[in-house]
């Protein structure tokens, strides 16, 4: 923690069984502090784990024993997404900056803000989310999420599209990552409204509708069963 603080990194890779104090702790505590990229390299296998990691705002989370290849893959699809805008210092120049690249699940032609409806507003240009100009606190992963679903409004979108749009992977257990993240997302939108913008299409992926308008429910190619599943459900087991 006192090195993390005293040189502030750019990615840090953290084992959870660690001898002073346990790794989810650690990464609590770097959060607080730190936009950095947090990947979790971990023997556990436990679901809860896995979840109180990303939870407490780990990026990524890396199952031992893991090939270099596959961290060194994930890193990079960290890295190609959008930071977070920093202050420019003469002590780090410009030049020395990680280079902002648009979000992968932003069109070029779209719009920097997007209605969702029931007072969700999407603020690209910022990425910036609000419920009834309230800011919602998201994570770089969970915005990433909630804006490819906004900009395919009504359309389904299957887990595949979704870790390839946003981790840039098409690695199978990858598919699991977008479930964990759609739930902390739709627990902290909870928090500021009622409404339900994200809809689970069983066994393909999620669906967002703007809230507030009727929605044809075979969207996407359907029938498909649209099921209001919260965190704690999918804490419990159920199948998305």
Known sequence: MDVAAADPPDLVTLDLTLPHMDGIEVCRRIRETSDCYIVIVSARSDE?????????????FVLK???????????????????S???????????????????????????????????????????????????????????????YLATHLSRVCTREEMVLAIWSSALTHDHH?????????????RRHSDATWIHTIRG?????????????????????LVARIDSEDWARGLDF
């Open 85 to 147: 805008a920093g202050t420019t210092t003469d002590e780090t120049p410009a030049a020395s900056q990680p280079p902002l690249v648009p979000s992968p699940s932003q069109p070029a032609d779209e719009p920097s803000t997007i209605s969702c409806g029931a007072g969700l507003v999407i603020n690209s240009a910022r990425r910036e989310v609000q419920v009834d100009h309230e800011i919602v606190d998201l994570t770089r992963i969970e915005y990433d999420v909630l804006e």
């Open 177 to 189: 990552l977008v479930d964990v993240h759609v739930a902390n997302l739709r627990g902290k939108l």
């Open 48 to 60: 809860v784990d896995k979840l109180i990691g990303l939870e407490v705002g780990a990026d990524d």
């Open 204 to 224: 393909i992926g999620y669906r967002m509708d703007r809230e507030g308008q009727q929605q044809e429910r075979r969207a996407g190619g359907g029938p498909y």
């Open 65 to 83: 024993p893991f090939s270099p290849r596959e961290l060194r893959a994930r890193v990079a699809a960290l890295f190609r997404r959008p930071r």
